[in-house]
């Protein structure tokens, strides 16, 4: 499997760099707009939970995101080494924020599982935190188009040949 791993510091100016990474990742699946909007949307809350409670009250560290390619599925996993999570089903549900009083909205986890085709969290407390995602590309609702984010190449989905490419 076709795997790209970067890893960087839980800072919030790193936060861009990782949703461009996964995006660029992502134009081998030539992927709609909707498609990369998603992938680019729960990138940037999973690294962003990184930034903002991973570390909190202890040393800043990394995070780390790998990309996978497995057919027309994408596979990614962000994670830290920070805190870690308690209570995962607790973490997951919408609006639960153990950060109130600086307004998270607590929907980052909803955020990540509904744009994505699957969605996983492991967490140990004191070791860390990966959250697993998938999304799969190019599945067009019958008899719509798609048209991908790179432009030009439509593709019909009534059963024949693409069209117009
Ligand atoms: N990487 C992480 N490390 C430690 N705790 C986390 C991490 N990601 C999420 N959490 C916990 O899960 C809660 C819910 O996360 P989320 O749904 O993104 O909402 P929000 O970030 O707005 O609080 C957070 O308030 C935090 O307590
Ligand atoms: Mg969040």
Do not use: W
């Amino acid at each position: 499997m076709n795997k790209v791993t970067v890893i960087f510091p839980a800072t919030s100016e790193n936060e861009p760099f990782a949703r461009s990474v996964a995006a660029a990742f992502c134009m081998r699946f030539d992927p709609t707009l909707d498609e990369l909007s998603d992938v680019k949307t729960a990138v940037s809350e999973a690294v962003t939970n990184c930034i903002v409670h991973a570390y909190a009250g202890m040393e800043r560290g990394d995070v780390r995101m790998e990309c996978a390619a497995d057919g027309s599925t994408l596979h990614i996993t962000i994670s830290d080494s920070g805190r870690g999570i308690a209570d995962v089903a607790r973490a997951v549900e919408p609006f639960f924020t153990t950060l109130e009083e600086e307004e998270r909205s607590g929907m980052g986890f909803t955020i990540m599982q509904t744009f994505m085709t699957a969605f996983s969290v492991e967490s140990r407390p004191g070791e860390g935190t990966a959250v697993t995602m998938t999304k799969r590309f190019g599945a067009p609702a019958r008899g719509e188009e798609r048209r991908t984010a790179a432009g030009g190449c439509t593709d019909r989905n009534e059963g024949a040949a693409p069209a117009g490419c």
